[in-house]
Structures are given as structure tokens and as C-alpha cells.
């Protein structure tokens, strides 16, 4: 089982550069989220959603966009990198409201 | 103010020495407190689920208790193998089922 799959494993941008994170799971969970991880901070929710066609924010959401078109993907967007995101991007699915979730790998983020 | 604080932040056992880690955590309206072990470079991986107080899982060496206020995880006979940083996450009422994490505690397991 595959789980939850995070690409690319790691990254380094340019300040102001674009790219997306990819996130996809093959458990057909309904919930999706995007947590960052940084030193001191533990996890923060950056945005999440409940199911296709639903997202919302999450604690720290500025400077990030997100989508949920299919199930299984859950894409997360910078729009303009700043030093401030680099981080490591962690993605995670779960089945229902209070289950446990499951994470992918992290992608680690240098934005220089 | 943290809504969910882990103790220590970090604790060094040698080999076969027992402790615990606690997860405190004031929110109200608790629907699910969950305990993550990560690895170095790794994403959480997911341990144990506790969902009322006076509630036990075991795995291993490792035993998790809720209550009221606080969640604890007990390691016994400790092996190098469980050095890790254990995770403490919880959803509640106005979480909208998404876990808010603590900061986690470092364990290092000596031979």
C-alpha cells in the first residue's frame, strides 16, 4: 500500500518563485490536510479539506493556496516564495472526523 | 497559550530504563487524543488512538493512559530502537476534526 504520497522530497526556490507541492493518497479518505513543521513550532495546519470541492484554512494559511478536485490529490501551492516558508510540508488524509490521520513523507523547502 | 504541552522536551534513558512522556492539554470538548513516534527526515507514524478517560493502549513497550486533563506514555525496557521524537495530537470541538499538535519530546535510548 502506497498510503499517503508526497513529491518532490525536497526543493529549493528562489524568493518570489512559484511551485506546487503534490499530495496523494489511495485510501479514499475524505479528509486531507497540510501541516508544516519547523524547529521549536511543531506541527502547524496550513489548510485542509473534507472532502472534493472543500477546502478551508487552517492556522497559518497566508502565502499558500489549495484545491481538492478528485479524492485521491490535494495539491498545495505557493504563490510567491518567501524565506518565511522554508519548512518541511507534511500532507496527511483520514478516514472520518476524530480518526487518526496518516502522513506522507514531507517534502523539505528551501526558499533562498 | 499552547492547547496541547509536552513534557520533557527531551529525555535521555540508557537501555531498560522505564519511563513515561506526558501530553497535557486544556481544550474542551476532547473528541480524540493521539500519540505519533517520528523518525529523523520520516512523517509522523501513527501509535495509539485514546478517546475517554481511564482508556489504555498497549503496544510493545509502549502503554498509553488518558485522563481528564492529561495523556501519558509509558516505555518499558526501553530499547536504542525506540529513540524517536514522540508526537502528542489532539481534536476537540472546535477543531473541525483536525489535530493540533504539541511540540513533541526527543527521546534517546543509550545502550
Known amino acids: 500500500n502506497a498510503g499517503v504520497t508526497q513529491t518532490p522530497k525536497f526543493q529549493v526556490l528562489k524568493t518570489g518563485q512559484s511551485m506546487t507541492l503534490q499530495c496523494a493518497q489511495d485510501m479514499n479518505h475524505e479528509y486531507m490536510s497540510w501541516y508544516r513543521q519547523d524547529p521549536g513550532m511543531g506541527l502547524r495546519l496550513i489548510h485542509y479539506?473534507?472532502?472534493?470541492?472543500?477546502?478551508d484554512q487552517g492556522e497559518v494559511p497566508n502565502g499558500y493556496n489549495v484545491s481538492r478536485s478528485t479524492t485521491e490529490d490535494f495539491p498545495l501551492r505557493l504563490l510567491s516564495a518567501a524565506p518565511s516558508q522554508t519548512s518541511v510540508y507534511f500532507c496527511?488524509?483520514?478516514?472520518?472526523?476524530?480518526?487518526?490521520?496518516?502522513f506522507g513523507q514531507g517534502t523539505r523547502l528551501t526558499v533562498v | 497559550e499552547d492547547q496541547v504541552t509536552q513534557s520533557p522536551e527531551a529525555l535521555r534513558l540508557q537501555e531498560g530504563e522505564s519511563s513515561s512522556l506526558n501530553c497535557s492539554y486544556t481544550?474542551?470538548?476532547?473528541?480524540?487524543l493521539f500519540w505519533y513516534r517520528q523518525d529523523p527526515g520520516k512523517g509522523p507514524e501513527f501509535l495509539f488512538t485514546l478517546y475517554s478517560a481511564g482508556e489504555e493502549k498497549e503496544k510493545e513497550r509502549l502503554k498509553a493512559t488518558l485522563t481528564k486533563k492529561e495523556s501519558f506514555l509509558h516505555i518499558t525496557a526501553p530499547k536504542p530502537e525506540d529513540s524517536a521524537t514522540y508526537l502528542c495530537?489532539?481534536?476537540?470541538?472546535?477543531?473541525?476534526?483536525?489535530?493540533?499538535f504539541g511540540k513533541g519530546t526527543k527521546l534517546s535510548v543509550k545502550p
Open positions: 479539506s473534507v472532502g472534493a470541492g472543500i477546502t
Open positions: 481544550v474542551s470538548g476532547l473528541r480524540g
Open positions: 495530537a489532539v481534536t476537540y470541538g472546535g477543531s473541525q476534526g483536525n489535530l493540533i
Open positions: 496527511a488524509s483520514k478516514r472520518a472526523r476524530n480518526t487518526e490521520a496518516f
